[in-house]
Each structure stands twice: as C-alpha cells, then as structure tokens.
C-alpha cells in the first residue's frame, strides 16, 4: 500500500533538535522542528545522540520539494481503444484496480517513479506523443 504524501508536516514526523548541525538548513527533519514545535504539545524526536551531524548522518533528509503529478484522465483520450485497454490492464496489474483509479483520478498523487512507471507503459505500447499529467504539485517527500 504506498503512503500517504502528505502536503503539510506530519505531527507524527520524527524531527532532529540539531540547531547547530551543519546540515540543518537543508534537513527536513530540522524544518518539521521548527514548524511542529508551534504547534505540537507531543513530537517524535529522533535520538540527539544518534545523529551524526554530517553528510552521513542516516537521519538527513533532503527538503528539496518533490514533484507530484496528480491525475492522467486525459490519457485516455488520445489512446485508441485497444492501447487503452493495454495501457489500463498493464497498470493495473502493477497498482491493483482500485489504486489504479485513485491515481487515474488524481486522489492519490503519483511519485516519480510511478510517472516514469506510467510513461514507460506509454512507450511499450508504441506511444511516441507526448502526455502529460493533469496537473502537478510540488510538496516534500515526508516518506523517505
């Protein structure tokens, strides 16, 4: 089951309390810090003696925002029937029916690797044109 991308800080998300620590502008963990102390009375601490504070630390996480694509109903449109059909079994092997839909639909927003996954399938079906998402959403990846 993917998980939820969340377009705000988590209150659950694990932050760092690392003011100091050289990768602190860049950390996400750091940035969950200072907007959930605001707000939380309870947060997820990772272990102050656990972080490195340097380019190795395994608690780092890059805030630079993500780009989400959220939705593809216009692909369906520019198919025939038969690369559709093609198009929409092969997906939904890869998904399930229900999440399918859900990302056909643009309730569940869809990662890099599931808009590389779906163009892809584009290509093996011999789909040269160019589609693109119904829209896009840059947010920060609270799952890695």
Not at 26 to 41: D, G, P
Not at 111 to 117: F, R, V, Y
């Amino acid at each position: 089951m993917p998980k939820k991308i969340h377009t705000s800080t988590p209150s659950h998300y694990p932050v760092c309390l690392h003011a100091d620590c050289p990768l602190a502008q860049r950390c996400l963990r750091r940035n969950a810090f200072i907007t959930l102390v605001k707000s939380q009375e309870y947060m997820h601490i990772v272990n102050p003696e656990k972080c490195t504070q340097t380019e190795g630390c395994k608690y780092f996480r890059d805030n630079t925002p993500v780009v989400y694509a959220k939705g593809f109903t216009n692909f369906q449109k520019k198919m025939t029937q038969e690369q559709y059909q093609k198009f929409l079994d092969i997906l939904q092997k890869k998904f399930g029916r229900n999440p399918y839909f859900e990302r056909r639909n643009g309730k569940t927003l869809l990662t890099l690797q599931e808009q590389d996954l779906i163009m892809e399938t584009l290509h093996q079906l011999g789909i040269k044109d160019e589609y693109k998402f119904d829209s896009y959403l840059e947010a920060f990846n609270w799952n890695e």
